[in-house]
């Protein structure tokens, strides 16, 4: 494992996106976004080890970033149900109380995650529509329908006092889709204007 610095401190108006996992692997996928002292967490999975890691279950995103600053996180915020993006978070929600938001699909993947873990009870889990915009502190995200393996799965349009951000989260350019939901390009474009 690298050692982590921490960063300094931002200046006010500043933007920092901080990659927690998912750079360099397929899993353990999570981003920081911060400003202003308000994080907004987009994504929270775990990486299945392979043989190179003997008796370990599961890798989790390096949550050290924020480990001193859980009461800085203003929410959560999922693009798609699988492990590699939302399976870490029984391992977060104990110590953040912050709404989750996520397609119907995705949060009732989730939902049964947290019951095995009895988190379901204590869990403020929100769901969201394809071109809904949710204003979270400083940051409103935009939600984008993409075409992945699984259903319902988003892109993220983020706007911030700086600037704007795309966050693609999983997704495919497929003409036929089994579903008949492909990605929303008109939409992301529309947001890059």
Known sequence: MTDVKTPPKLAPGTLRVIPLGGLGDV???????????????VDCGVL????????????????????????DVEAVVLTHGHED???????????????????????ALLESRLREHNLDRFTDLRPVEANERVLIGDFAFNFFRVCHSIIEGFGLGVETPVGRIVHTGDFKIDRHPLDGVSTDLEAFQDFCR
């Open 48 to 71: 299945f080890p392979e043989d190179h890691h003997p008796g370990v279950d599961l890798i989790l995103p390096d949550f050290r970033y924020i480990e001193d600053r859980m009461d």
């Open 27 to 41: 899993g353990r996928n999570m981003t920081a976004f911060e400003i202003d002292g308000q994080i907004a967490l």
């Open 85 to 107: 993006h939302i399976g870490a978070l029984p391992w977060l929600l104990p110590y953040v109380n912050v709404p989750i938001y996520g397609s119907r699909f995705t949060l």
